[in-house]
């Protein structure tokens, strides 16, 4: 059974302060690891597709890396605008296989 | 391009009561999935469609829940009868697996109250 968690449940930075969002996963053959964007009374907002250990991607202040087992979204110098809930899903390769499995995510607060 | 359109985004209904949520797809994904977000269990796939079929119902609760797509522009969730454990927020995503990416789009979600 494919498992994705995710560290910490929540976390608070100060403005400009850098961090970073782990994911950690088991899936049975990786097609592709997926980080999503929530913000409150919406629906997940897709960020990025990772699908190789190695592989990095880049959006603003946000960068997402790849390995074997797990996965970081590292946020640099990040603004209040960037408070949001972000979640972590791998998709397993095999035909047929679309599903996503998602871990609970992240709660992100940045702190004017 | 409009995304994926979800309708009520509010239901408030009465335990016993039948509930229908409607989703209507990105224009050109073949793909559909019905998945119900709580504070408890967060994101949870409960079905999905390919070109229209459903390929893996195993996430549906038990047969108060059924789902359709009748064709490649809409889909029902239903719920018969609703109770108040079914309160949650349901997301309609939708996908393309002919260009070889597999992101799921999500539209707005449905906030579900059974009291």
């Known amino acids: 059974e494919d498992q994705v968690t995710q560290s910490p449940e929540a976390l608070r930075l100060q403005e400009g302060e850098s961090s970073s969002l782990n994911c950690s996963y088991t899936v049975s053959g990786l097609r592709g690891l997926f980080w999503y964007r929530q913000d409150p009374g919406k629906g997940p907002e897709f960020l990025f597709t990772?699908?190789?250990a190695g592989e990095e991607k880049e959006k603003e202040r946000l960068k997402a890396t790849l390995t074997k087992k797990e996965s970081f979204l590292h946020i640099t110098a990040p603004k209040p605008e960037d408070s949001a809930t972000y979640l972590c899903a791998v998709q397993a390769s095999g035909a047929g296989s679309y599903q996503l499995t998602f871990g609970k995510g992240t709660k992100l607060s940045v702190i004017p | 391009d409009a995304g994926v359109i979800q309708s009520p985004r509010h239901e408030v209904t009465e335990m016993g009561q039948e509930v229908t949520l409607r989703c209507k797809p990105i224009?050109?994904?073949?793909?559909l999935f019905w998945y119900r977000q709580t504070m408890m269990r967060g994101l949870e796939l409960l079905i999905y469609f390919n070109n229209n079929v459903p390929i893996d119902d195993s996430g549906m609760p038990e047969d108060r829940f059924s789902a359709k797509m009748p064709n490649a522009s809409f889909s029902t969730l239903k719920i018969q009868p609703s109770e108040p454990r079914d309160s949650a927020v349901y997301f309609c995503a939708s996908s393309s697996s002919y260009r070889g990416t597999y992101e799921q789009y999500f539209g707005p979600g449905t906030r579900l109250t059974v009291t």
């Open positions: 224009s050109g994904h073949n793909s």
């Open positions: 990772l699908y190789s």
